[in-house]
């Protein structure tokens, strides 16, 4: 149990669906993450919060969209994904102040987008 | 820019035969480094980190020594257990940017 809790753990949808991911972190840490892990590809970063601000976005497409309500929860709306979208989706977490420290990550939601 | 590499897997040892996976980095300035491992159908744990020159970290016992002169962070392990079956990710922090930068891990299967 590292402190990072993801719902839903699996998620099935149709092209045309909307859905959303869900992060919260229990640590009291100020900035949160978004990664995507596809089988036999690195680790790709979506998105960084620091502070609950949109700090980084990599060149993610618009099908995902972020939101950061305050500095527990995080969330990856979805909408109109694509086959290649199937993936599993990792949330981390860590704290920021003037140096970067270690990201604590939760267990991932499994996508499969059909 | 900030790069991390690994020794391409799979890596396949029978149980209480020694680890090594290697890790080398690229970074500008005096990064932290660290090792994550993923679990089967998980996400990835912190297993060990190091922030400074010739720090070793441990955990488990896995160990890795930041090695500046030679810019490596190898993981090592004298005797691994089947439940060592997992993926190891390298990584480094302190560059440019908020997030880690991770290498491509490495599948490390332990055979009884």
């Known amino acids: 149990e590292t402190g990072v809790t993801q719902t839903p753990r699996h998620l099935v949808m149709g092209m045309t669906n909307k859905k959303s991911l869900k992060c919260e972190q229990h640590?009291?840490?100020?900035?949160m993450y978004w990664y995507k892990q596809s089988a036999k590809k690195p680790l790709e970063l979506m998105f960084v919060?620091?502070?609950?601000?949109?700090?980084e976005n990599n060149s993610v497409p618009s099908r995902f969209s972020p939101e950061c309500p305050n500095s527990s929860h995080l969330f990856l709306h979805l909408h109109t994904l694509q086959p290649e979208d199937s993936a599993l989706y990792l949330c981390a977490s860590s704290q920021n102040n003037n140096y970067f420290y270690e990201q604590y990550f939760g267990p991932g939601t499994r996508l499969t987008v059909t | 820019g900030n790069s991390v590499t690994q020794m391409e897997g799979p890596v396949t040892l029978s149980e209480e035969a020694f680890l090594t996976i290697n890790c080398t980095y690229t970074a500008t300035g005096y990064p932290s480094l660290f090792w994550y491992v993923q679990y089967p159908g998980e996400g990835l744990q912190l297993l060990l980190k190091a922030t400074k020159a010739d720090d070793k970290g441990s955990n488990k016992g896995f160990e890795a020594t930041y090695r500046k002169e030679t810019t490596s962070f190898h993981l090592e392990k004298g005797s691994v257990q089947v439940s060592d079956s997992a993926v190891y990710f390298c990584a480094l922090s302190g560059g440019s940017g908020y997030a880690l930068n991770f290498g491509k891990g490495t599948s490390l299967l332990v055979t009884p």
């Open positions: 640590l009291g840490h100020n900035a």
């Open positions: 919060y620091s502070l609950e601000e949109r700090v």
